[in-house]
């Protein structure tokens, strides 16, 4: 997995790249992520690797279902990895991007994991204070989980505070012995 992540990374910088300069971040992003659900298909993936199907043929596919996002630059993109072998690599590079890009906009995405669903209140509290810490608009992706009896995970992408009861029990035990 990492190699492809290794292998997938160059291409993701220079689809940014072209994108970023262009000012089109969201389009590419919409583009990506229904390129990566093509190539996830397991029919899509026997027709990539079929050497009855021709490389024009594949990008002609993946273009149809694209539709209107599609673009000179994304159809080259197609191009240029179907040459190289590389169009299973989409999937990594729509993720790659994705981080670029919320790099690139200082945002960043939350998961909070709490006992009890959030209030609205709660939920701009901890998104005011999670923009405050990292210096970033914040995006929360809110979940229950009953078993932390309660308070909340919040992991933001290094940064993991446990702050539930369950944490705080599991702390006490180590502490005492």
């Not at 080259?76 to 072998?85: F, P, R, V």
């Not at 690139?104 to 609205?120: P, Y």
Request: hydrophobic content about 50%.
């Amino acid at each position: 997995m990492a190699e492809a992540i290794t292998i997938a990374r160059p291409y993701a910088n220079a689809v940014f790249s072209i994108a970023n300069e262009k000012g089109e971040l969201k389009t590419w992003s919409d583009l990506l992520a229904v390129f990566a659900q093509c190539v996830a298909d397991p029919k899509m993936q026997s027709i990539i690797s079929s050497p009855a199907v021709s490389d024009e043929q594949v990008i002609t596919l993946i273009a149809d279902i694209a539709g209107e996002l599609m673009s000179v630059d994304a159809r080259s993109t197609l191009a240029l990895l179907a040459e190289n072998n590389r169009l299973q690599l989409l999937g990594d590079i729509a993720v790659i991007f994705e981080e670029l890009r919320a790099e690139a906009e200082q945002v960043i995405t939350a998961d909070v994991t709490t006992a009890q669903k959030l209030t609205v209140a709660q939920t701009e509290s901890i998104s005011d204070a999670l923009k405050k810490r990292l210096g970033r608009d914040v995006t929360l992706n809110t979940t229950v989980d009953e078993s932390l009896l309660g308070g909340a995970i919040i992991r933001a992408g290094d940064l993991v505070i446990d702050g539930s009861a369950l944490g705080k029990l599991n702390r006490l035990a180590n502490a005492i012995t």
